[in-house]
C-alpha cells in the first residue's frame, strides 16, 4: 500500500495551502472576465453561432483529446513548476494578444489561438492543482476545501459577466486582458515562496531500470482507473450526467423564449438563481463537511440535482419562477455532489496517480457534452426542451438510488490506493521496490 507522509498541524498547513489558493481563485476571476471579453469580442466582431461554436470547441478539445496524456505528464513532473509554467505562458499569450488589440491588427484566428492555449495550460494547471491539494490539506479538511472551490466557482458565476459587462463600458478589450495578466502573476507569486509535496514514483510501477516512458505512465493510469471497479463505475456516472444536464442547461435560452415565452431577464433570472445555489451549496459543505462517507454525501446531491431538473421539467409555461426556484435546487446541490466526489478522489487515489486518475475521468466526461448537444438538440425540437430535463432528472435520480446499492461504489473509499506494476523490461539490473513517501510541506 502507498504511505504519505503529511504535517498534520493546521497552523503549519492552513496559512501555506490558502496563500497559494487566494492567488489561483484571484487569477480564476481575471480568467473569467477575460472569457467573457472575448466571447462578448467574437459575438459583436462575426454575429455568427458557428464562430461561437468553434470557440467553444477550440476550448474543449485539447483537454479531451490530449488529457489522458497531461495526466501522465502531471504525474511525472513536479507540479509546482507545471502551475507556474501554466499560468506564465497563459499570462503571455494574453500579453500578446493585447498588443495586437492596442494596434488594431487583431483577428478571429488570434482569439481561437489564445483560447487553445488558455485550455491547453489549464488543462496541465488544473489536474496538477486538484493532486497537490490532497498532499497540503488534512484528510479530514478535504471535503470542506472542495466546499470553498464549490463556493468559489459559484461566486464567479454571479459576478463575472456582469463585472466583464461593466468594464467593457470604461476599458478598451487590451485593459481587460491586462487584468487577466495582473492576477496571473498574482496567482504565480506565492509559488515561488511555498513548496508543493511530490510525491515519490513507486518503484513497483517503475520498469527495471527505475524509468518510465509517457507512454508506460499512461497505460499505468488506465490500468490503474479500469481496473478499480468502484472508480470505473462512478467515471461512467460523471459521463451519463455530462451527457444529459450539461445539454439541458445549454438549451435553457430556448426553453426561456420558447416554452415561458420570456426574454433575457428571465434567463437572468434562473442563471443567477444557479449561481447562487452553488455559492451557498459550496458554504453549507465547506461548514458541514458532508456525511463520513462522502461518496454517499455525492449521491443525496445528486438526487437533488435530479429532482431540480424535473421540477424545471414539469414547470408550466405561466410559472417561470418554479423554474428560478429548480436552477437554485440545482445549483444548491451541485457542490454537495462534486465537492465530496473530488475530496473522495483526492483522498484514496495514489497520490503519483491523482493527475492522470482526474485527466481520465475529466476526459471521458467532457467528451459527453457535445455528443449529448448532438442528441438533445432534434429531441428538444420535436418534444420540447423540457423533455429533455425530465429525461435528465429521472434518469439521475434513479442512478443515484441504485448506486447506494452498489457495494462498490458505497465503499469506495476503502479501495486500493497502490498502483499495480507493469511488465518488466528486460535489463541486466532491477531496481530494487520502494515505498511511496510524499515529503512533507516546508518552506523554500
Do not use: C
Not at 1 to 30: V, Y
Not at 325 to 354: C, D, K, R, S
Request: proline share 6%; aromatic share 10%.
Amino acid at each position: 500500500m502507498s504511505t504519505t507522509t503529511l504535517e498534520q498541524d493546521p497552523p503549519k498547513w492552513a496559512p501555506r495551502f490558502f496563500t497559494i489558493w487566494s492567488g489561483q481563485a484571484i487569477s480564476l476571476l481575471g480568467s473569467q472576465l477575460v472569457q467573457f471579453a472575448l466571447i462578448w469580442w467574437l459575438t459583436k466582431a462575426t454575429g455568427s453561432a458557428t464562430i461561437l461554436a468553434l470557440a467553444s470547441l477550440v476550448g474543449l478539445v485539447p483537454q479531451v483529446v490530449l488529457g489522458p496524456f497531461i495526466g501522465a505528464l502531471v504525474d511525472r513532473w513536479n507540479r509546482r513548476l507545471i502551475m507556474i509554467v501554466a499560468d506564465s505562458v497563459s499570462a503571455l499569450a494574453v500579453v500578446v494578444l493585447a498588443v495586437l488589440f492596442a494596434l488594431g491588427q487583431v483577428e478571429v484566428w488570434h482569439v481561437f489561438a489564445l483560447m487553445f492555449v488558455r485550455s491547453l495550460a489549464g488543462g496541465f494547471h488544473w489536474p496538477a492543482m486538484q493532486a497537490s491539494t490532497s498532499l497540503m490539506v488534512p484528510q479530514q479538511h478535504l471535503a470542506r476545501v472542495q466546499g470553498l472551490n464549490q463556493m468559489l466557482n459559484g461566486g464567479l458565476n454571479i459576478i463575472s459577466a456582469p463585472l466583464g459587462a461593466v468594464l467593457l463600458e470604461f476599458l478598451p478589450m487590451q485593459g481587460i486582458l491586462a487584468i487577466d495578466v495582473v492576477t496571473a502573476l498574482l496567482a504565480v507569486l506565492p509559488l515561488f515562496f511555498f513548496t508543493i509535496p511530490q510525491p515519490v514514483r513507486n518503484g513497483s510501477a517503475q520498469a527495471s531500470n527505475g524509468k518510465t516512458s509517457v507512454w508506460q505512465d499512461f497505460r499505468e493510469g488506465w490500468r490503474y482507473v479500469f481496473g478499480w471497479r468502484g472508480l470505473v463505475l462512478i467515471g461512467l456516472m460523471a459521463v451519463i450526467i455530462n451527457f444529459l444536464l450539461t445539454p439541458a442547461f445549454s438549451l435553457l435560452p430556448i426553453l426561456v423564449t420558447k416554452h415561458f415565452n420570456g426574454q433575457a431577464l428571465q434567463l437572468a433570472w434562473i442563471e443567477s438563481a444557479f449561481g447562487i445555489g452553488i455559492l451557498l451549496g459550496g458554504l453549507t459543505l465547506s461548514v458541514w463537511g458532508g456525511f463520513k462517507r462522502r461518496i454517499m454525501t455525492s449521491l443525496v446531491g445528486l438526487i437533488g440535482m435530479g429532482l431540480g431538473s424535473l421540477a424545471i421539467g414539469f414547470a408550466p409555461p405561466t410559472l417561470v419562477i418554479m423554474a428560478v426556484g429548480a436552477a437554485f435546487l440545482i445549483g444548491f446541490f451541485n457542490p454537495i455532489t462534486n465537492g465530496p466526489l473530488f475530496a473522495a478522489l483526492q483522498a484514496v487515489v495514489a497520490p503519483e496517480m491523482q493527475g492522470r486518475v482526474f485527466m481520465l475521468i475529466s476526459s471521458f466526461a467532457s467528451a459527453m457534452s457535445p455528443i449529448g448537444l448532438l442528441i438533445a438538440g432534434p429531441i428538444a425540437d420535436v418534444l420540447g426542451v423540457q423533455s429533455w430535463f425530465l429525461v435528465g432528472g429521472l434518469v439521475t435520480i434513479v442512478m443515484a438510488i441504485a448506486a447506494a446499492s452498489i457495494p462498490a461504489i458505497v465503499h469506495f473509499e476503502d479501495g486500493k490506493a497502490t498502483p499495480p506494476s507493469l511488465p518488466p523490461e528486460p535489463v541486466e539490473i532491477s531496481a530494487p521496490v520502494e515505498e511511496v513517501q510524499v515529503q512533507a510541506l516546508e518552506y523554500t
